[in-house]
């Protein structure tokens, strides 16, 4: 999971048109959001390798998961559209809004 937030934190800075894209318009400062959220997954991934800091980090994970929620829902009502080389669908923008849950889960398994 460590790798997984340092790497979609760093994709934001390589690639902040496809998050920026995907948020709902009435979301203030976009490019803003996208460098904080950026940070705050490359920070909360390497916080979750650390004993020390794993169980707060996994706690802010799922704060900030859920607080993704509005961009896969409004990801539904674009689709279908293009992520770079990919056609998101309407099936496929689903799934990711269920993938949110099971990222939540796993996180959650950081807390015990």
């Given amino acids: 999971m460590t790798v997984l937030y340092v790497a979609a934190g760093i994709n934001h ?11 709902p318009f009435y979301f203030p400062a976009k ?8 940070i705050a997954e490359i920070t909360l991934g ?6 020390e800091t794993r169980y707060w980090a996994a706690w802010i994970i799922m704060a900030m998961l859920t607080s993704f929620f ?38 959650y398994t950081f807390t015990r």
């Avoid at 770079?84 to 269920?98: H, M, N, V, Y």
């Fill in 13 to 23: 800075f390589l690639q902040p048109r496809i998050y920026i894209k995907i948020m």
């Fill in 31 to 38: 490019k803003f959001l996208n460098i904080a959220a950026g």
């Fill in 46 to 51: 390497i916080a979750l390798y650390f004993d």
């Fill in 70 to 107: 509005p961009v896969h829902i409004h990801m539904q009502q674009l689709a279908p559209f293009k992520m770079g080389k990919f056609t998101i669908t309407k099936q496929l923008a689903f799934i990711r809004t269920l993938l949110q849950f099971v990222l939540i889960y796993w996180a």
